[in-house]
């Protein structure tokens, strides 16, 4: 097998990042099926469980996705009863972001699915060759996103 480090005809990091990427949200796409949930409410759900009643422009930062994209993912999360959004009523300009109990209800089942897509993805990695490609790949993500997280 060539060296893929040494191989000019060999995909570029661009490109190999893309296909990993495309591979990894397919796993995380049929995993969050089976829950009921997409792979973008799955993501959102995560970063409430960790601080639940973020301000709706927070939350759309953390994930790095536009303010358009976090209303239409939210407005259809509130529909199908996974989270309450209301104003905050220290600044009606505010719009917070709460879990509802389905949500809370699900919390476990969830991180447990995306532990195991971890396992998968890194069982062939080394406990420093994933320490490594964790900063790594932050790193490209703060380097690459639109605004740095507060």
Do not use: C
């Not at 529909?79 to 476990?108: F, M, N, S, Y």
């Amino acid at each position: 097998m060539p060296d893929p480090q040494s191989d000019p005809w060999g995909p570029t990091l661009g490109h190999l990042l893309a296909q990993v990427s495309r591979l990894v949200g397919g796993r995380m796409r049929a995993r969050m099926q089976g829950l009921g949930l997409r792979r973008a409410q799955a993501l959102a759900l995560f970063r409430l469980w960790h601080e639940d009643g973020m301000a709706q422009n927070v939350l759309a930062r953390a994930l790095h996705i536009s303010p358009a994209t976090a209303t239409s993912t939210l407005q259809g999360m509130e529909r199908d009863g996974w989270i309450a959004r209301g104003r905050d009523p220290a600044d009606q300009r505010i719009v917070r972001v709460h879990l509802t109990a389905k949500a809370r209800e699900l919390q476990a089942e969830v991180q447990g699915s995306l532990e195991a897509l971890d396992e998968e993805l890194t069982a062939g990695l080394s406990g420093e060759e994933q320490r490594l490609l964790r900063e790594s790949l932050l790193k490209v993500r703060d380097r690459l996103a639109p605004e740095r997280l507060p």
